[in-house]
T-cell receptor, first 112, second 116 residues
Framework: SQQGEEDPQALSIQEGENATMNCSYKTSINNLQWYRQNSGRGLVHLIL?????REKHSGRLRVTLDTSKKSSSLLITASRAADTASYFC????????????FGTGTRLQVTL | GAVVSQHPSRVICKSGTSVKIECRSLDFQATTMFWYRQFPKQSLMLMAT?????????EQGVEKDKFLINHASLTLSTLTVTSAHPEDSSFYIC????????????FGSGTQLSVL
């Protein structure tokens, strides 16, 4: 299976703290994407990083990619209670999003 | 942004009945849609790729006669779970790519299917 592994599986932090979640994958990629899923809802695209990029920022989000280690991390800075959700990495091996492979997900709980 | 509308959001049915789930692209044309299945606290598993005007491409292990996919127009794809059984109970999500929006996917809000 090409499914990526994410860790931690669950993360509980207090509002204002930073949250870091990691994703590892098995085969070479064209790009890696991060999605957020609120409980019982669909997924929302957060950020995409290409295989030739090492770091990318979007607001409070910072994504890194290490293709030599086949891993990526998502950092959410100054977390808020509204950030509570599950976060999934998804690898695109073809560059066409024709078959994204989703990781196992990290459930983030941000408490007040 | 692009909107993918999925209905119903929740359905409860008796074992042996068929259930149809609709996925519509509201403000764009989707030549390709994807159907995923998700078990509680688990990842999304791609079931099939739905192509407008042609047969769907199913992933290995997915029964095409069990999960019928129809993509008759550029804005609508449907997934029919035929003769549903309790083990089919799951969260089903559709998604689509938007031409010009890059490689990211836009997702519907999902359908929670419970088969009694």
């Amino acid at each position: 299976s090409q499914q990526g592994e994410e860790d931690p599986q669950a993360l509980s932090i207090q509002e204002g703290e930073n949250a870091t979640m990691n994703c590892s994958y098995k085969t070479s990629i064209n790009n890696l994407q991060w999605y957020r899923q609120n409980s019982g809802r669909g997924l929302v695209h957060l950020i995409l990083i290409r295989s030739n990029e090492r770091e990318k920022h979007s607001g409070r989000l910072r994504v890194t990619l290490d293709t030599s280690k086949k891993s990526s991390s998502l950092l959410i800075t100054a977390s808020r209670a509204a950030d509570t959700a599950s976060y999934f990495c998804a690898t695109d091996h073809t560059g066409t999003a024709s078959k994204l492979t989703f990781g196992t997900g990290t459930r983030l709980q941000v408490t007040l | 942004g692009a909107v993918v509308s999925q209905h119903p959001s929740r359905v409860i049915c008796k074992s042996g009945t068929s259930v149809k789930i609709e996925c519509r692209s509201l403000d764009f044309q989707a030549t390709t849609m994807f159907w995923y299945r998700q078990f509680p606290k688990q990842s999304l598993m791609l079931m099939a790729t739905s192509n407008e005007g042609s047969k769907a491409t199913y992933e290995q292990g997915v029964e095409k006669d069990k999960f019928l996919i129809n993509h008759a127009s550029l804005t609508l794809s449907t997934l029919t779970v035929t003769s549903a059984h309790p083990e089919d109970s799951s969260f089903y999500i559709c998604s689509a790519r938007v031409s010009g929006a890059g490689e990211k996917l836009f997702f519907g809000s999902g359908t929670q299917l419970s088969v009694l």
